[in-house]
């Protein structure tokens, strides 16, 4: 989910993710995560990194554009980095091509298979 702001209400957040704040911490459906810290100031506003951390899902964030990608539910694992690991592949010309010569720059990486 993309997001431009880190403060948005209990509602909103239901709109967009299906995780609802109840008593028990966030539930969605049947399922409850207990929260360990409150996510909810005096105002009604609710700190979206902080419950992105309680329910484990990863956020990244953009700050040229000012925006911020949260999620997908990580069912207990999550990606704890955006660090590439080091990898060198063939080009089309059979040139073994280091991928960390392009540290530094966003990269997408498209990959197909045949089976």
């Known amino acids: 989910m993309i997001i431009d702001r880190l403060d948005m209400t209990a509602d909103e957040f239901h709109r967009l993710t299906g995780w609802e704040l109840k008593p028990e911490g966030a539930c969605k459906d049947e399922r ?4 360990a810290a409150p996510v909810q100031d005096a105002g009604g506003r609710l700190d979206v990194a902080g419950l992105a951390d309680g329910l484990h899902m990863p956020m990244a964030h953009d700050a040229t554009h000012g ?3 949260l999620g997908p539910e990580s069912g207990g ?10 990898l060198a592949l ?3 010309g059979g040139q073994v ?3 960390a010569s392009l540290r530094g ?10 089976w």
Do not use: E, H, I
């Open 32 to 35: 409850c995560v207990p929260l």
């Open 67 to 69: 925006l911020w990608a």
């Open 77 to 86: 694992r999550v990606l704890d980095t955006a660090r590439m690991p080091d």
């Open 90 to 92: 063939p080009d089309f």
């Open 97 to 99: 091509f280091d991928v």
């Open 105 to 114: 720059r966003k990269v997408l990486l498209l990959a197909w298979a045949s």
